[in-house]
């Protein structure tokens, strides 16, 4: 894809970054349930239309065809992905008690990090595994190894171990643990020091490097396009925000996530290390990711107790 198109596609997202930022991102502004859905919506809606863009770029033929479905197979692989994510970040503000009216100011902040740090991320990747197509196998590992480990764990919210963070932090600014003033620094006494905001932050920002050692490998094994991987774990990233105050309330009661995240992996991963024997095609991926992410959500809804059970 041409230079043109990738600086366009920049500016769009700035565009669409300033306008949340402008009409929904004020000052101790909080998100409810219902504005977070309409938010999430939007994001769906504007990934979808430019998955349209991506058929036309492409050429509109079976180039096209291909290109929108790799898109939205990436898309459909990152935001299923996430979902795990959503729960770090609820464990994370729990364990800093980071009131709900400032976790929207870490989250755009921590988001707005990741694009760049998934750009590097993926435009280093993508040059590597094109040079070294050897890589994809340990990366396919990596993917089967997790997808294991989540199968052996439990699901549940475990609170991040604040304490080495914490002791190399406070090396160089003493900690503030007030919680209210919603600022990121603070000054006493002409000493500046971070407060439990920082904190939070830091700890969202390591925990999506270490989600992004799973994601970006991912969608490799759909495409090695890019653009197309850029573009579709964008869109993804960007609608996080507005997903986990959807769903931060009622994500517990997905009782097969950890089960789901594990088969998508296993599947991602072999599919990766098979990639030079067996050539599965991206609609193929797509209906088997979806159909985990269906299977998942109708067990954890037959898993969920009925109200007689509850009284």
């Given at each position: 894809?041409?230079?043109?198109?990738?600086?366009?596609?920049?500016?769009?997202?700035?565009?669409?970054?300033?306008?949340?930022?402008?009409?929904?991102?004020?000052?101790?502004?909080?998100?409810?349930?219902?504005?977070?859905?309409?938010?999430?919506?939007?994001?769906?809606?504007?990934?979808?239309?430019?998955?349209?863009?991506?058929?036309?770029?492409?050429?509109?033929?079976?180039?096209?065809?291909?290109?929108?479905?790799?898109?939205?197979?990436?898309?459909?692989?990152?935001?299923?992905?996430?979902?795990?994510?959503?729960?770090?970040?609820?464990?994370?503000?729990?364990?800093?008690?980071?009131?709900?009216?400032?976790?929207?100011?870490?989250?755009?902040?921590?988001?707005?990090?990741?694009?760049?740090?998934?750009?590097?991320?993926?435009?280093?990747?993508?040059?590597?595994?094109?040079?070294?197509?050897?890589?994809?196998?340990?990366?396919?590992?990596?993917?089967?190894?997790?997808?294991?480990?989540?199968f052996l764990?439990?699901?549940?919210?475990?609170?991040?171990?604040?304490?080495?963070?914490?002791?190399?932090?406070?090396?160089?600014?003493?900690?503030?643990?007030?919680?209210?003033?919603?600022?990121?620094?603070?000054?006493?006494?002409?000493?500046?020091?971070?407060?439990?905001?920082?904190?939070?932050?830091?700890?969202?920002?390591?925990?999506?490097?270490?989600?992004?050692?799973?994601?970006?490998?991912?969608?490799?094994?759909?495409?090695?396009?890019?653009?197309?991987?850029?573009?579709?774990?964008?869109?993804?990233?960007?609608?996080l925000r507005?997903?986990?105050?959807?769903?931060?309330?009622?994500?517990?009661?997905?009782?097969?996530?950890?089960?789901?995240?594990?088969?998508?992996?296993?599947?991602?991963?072999?599919?990766m290390i098979?990639?030079?024997?067996?050539?599965?095609?991206?609609?193929?991926?797509?209906?088997?990711?979806?159909?985990?992410?269906?299977?998942?959500?109708?067990?954890?809804?037959?898993?969920?107790?009925?109200?007689?059970?509850?009284?």
């Amino acid at each position: 894809m041409g230079i043109t198109i990738w600086i366009a596609f920049l500016l769009l997202i700035v565009g669409f970054v300033a306008c949340d930022l402008g009409l929904f991102s004020r000052r101790s502004h909080e998100m409810n349930v219902k504005e977070s859905m309409r938010w999430t919506a939007l994001w769906i809606v504007l990934a979808l239309l430019f998955n349209a863009v991506i058929y036309f770029l492409y050429g509109k033929g079976e180039e096209g065809r291909t290109a929108a479905l790799q898109f939205f197979t990436g898309y459909l692989l990152e935001k299923s992905l996430s979902l795990d994510n959503i729960f770090v970040i609820s464990a994370i503000f729990h364990h800093f008690h980071i009131p709900h009216r400032h976790q929207h100011r870490v989250l755009t902040i921590g988001i707005l990090t990741a694009v760049v740090l998934r750009g590097v991320m993926i435009l280093s990747g993508t040059y590597f595994i094109q040079k070294f197509s050897w890589l994809l196998y340990p990366m396919g590992a990596l993917l089967v190894g997790t997808g294991i480990r989540f199968f052996l764990t439990k699901q549940e919210e475990k609170a991040p171990d604040e304490r080495w963070i914490v002791h190399v932090i406070s090396s160089f600014w003493p900690v503030d643990r007030s919680r209210d003033s919603g600022h990121f620094f603070t000054k006493k006494e002409g000493v500046r020091h971070i407060t439990p905001l920082f904190l939070a932050l830091l700890h969202i920002e390591i925990a999506d490097v270490i989600f992004a050692f799973d994601s970006i490998p991912a969608i490799f094994a759909i495409t090695l396009d890019p653009f197309i991987i850029f573009t579709s774990n964008i869109f993804a990233i960007l609608g996080l925000r507005a997903l986990y105050f959807a769903l931060a309330a009622l994500i517990r009661k997905f009782s097969a996530l950890k089960a789901s995240l594990a088969l998508i992996l296993i599947y991602i991963g072999s599919k990766m290390i098979l990639l030079p024997f067996v050539h599965i095609p991206a609609g193929v991926s797509l209906g088997v990711v979806a159909g985990i992410i269906v299977g998942g959500i109708v067990v954890s809804s037959l898993n969920q107790p009925t109200r007689g059970s509850l009284d």
